[in-house]
């Protein structure tokens, strides 16, 4: 064999060997995420009973929590020294969306609803918060700090970054609508925190209850997406207390919900629409969970022990019964070829 030949058999050979490992590496890559993503699907299940998921803190650090709608079976979803906050459920149940400082900024992290499979939403950390899921599942929205403080949406892999609307450090709180189409959010008008809602498909910004005055924050809509339930600092209400109300979508029919002892932030619906749980806060600046009727106002606390905020309800029995293929578990392993 000439040393030309030999050459090129040589290399030829190492040429191929090297795409061959390349190819195994790549086979064994994909088999391994396969499993990493049946496992994870597997594993995601959602509650069969109605909960609430909120943060609290009881023994000096801020930790997820989940309880029954009546308060009872108190439980601990995550357990580390950094503070968790403001849990959202995923439309389906399986997962929970909530913000963490655990590695060095307030940013988006998602877990399983036992509290297992705890991962950062997004590769790169960066100041985010105030999560709210798409109803379909596909995407989440939230208040972030970078390039500008305003409010942008992602995939739940943290991909396919969009800024839909500006909204300086004191706004924010996005809440997106059943129907999908609006996320109404808090931002500055006039000076003021106001509720504003952005069209996402021509993005197109209206403020909710122009007339009004005074501070609102917190929107929550409606499971039907017909009302807006959100707190507002209302000048004469009270001695001038944050508390809950309650208007129909296009601004009519104002109701103030309840009456809280000094304050009331941060309320979330029922699944059907009857009750709001919400933060009260008490003397000596306690915060705990309350649960009231939106009809007759007549409210009930489910939390004792400790500071508890931003509660989040989910009830399985409001899922449909007919199949829905945006629905279906998430898949979080993803397949990466260099």
Known sequence: MKIQD???????????????????????LCCLNLAFIYIGSVDAKAPKT?????????KGNWDIYMMNPDGSQQERL?????????PVWSPTGEQIL????????????????????????????APRSEPTWSPDGDRIAFHAETPQWSIQTATIHGGNVKQVALAEWR?????????????????????????????????GI????????????SPAWSPEGDKLAFTWYKWGIGNNKDAIFVANRDGNRVKQIGRPILGAFSPAWSPDGDKIVYT?????????????DVETGRKKQLTHLGLNITPAWFNPKSLSVAPQPHLLTTTWGKVKVD
């Open 206 to 217: 209206r403020t909710f209850l122009p007339k009004e005055n005074s501070w609102m924050y």
């Open 78 to 86: 995550t357990r580390n020294r950094a503070g968790d906050y403001s």
């Open 50 to 58: 109605e909960k609430i998921a909120f943060s609290s803190n009881r």
């Open 6 to 28: 030999e050459f090129t058999f040589t290399t030829s050979t190492t040429f191929q060997g090297k795409n061959l490992m390349k190819i195994t590496s790549f086979i064994l």
């Open 98 to 125: 909530f913000v963490s400082n655990r590695d060095g900024f307030r940013d988006l992290y998602v877990m399983n609803t036992d509290g297992s499979r705890v991962r950062r939403v997004f590769g790169k950390s």
């Open 171 to 203: 706004g924010g709180n996005p809440s997106w609508s059943p129907d999908g189409k609006e996320i109404a959010f808090v931002g500055n008008v006039g000076g003021t925190r106001r509720i504003l809602i952005v069209k996402l498909g021509s993005g």
């Open 280 to 292: 009260e806060e008490a003397v000596d600046r306690d915060r705990q969970i309350v649960v009231v």
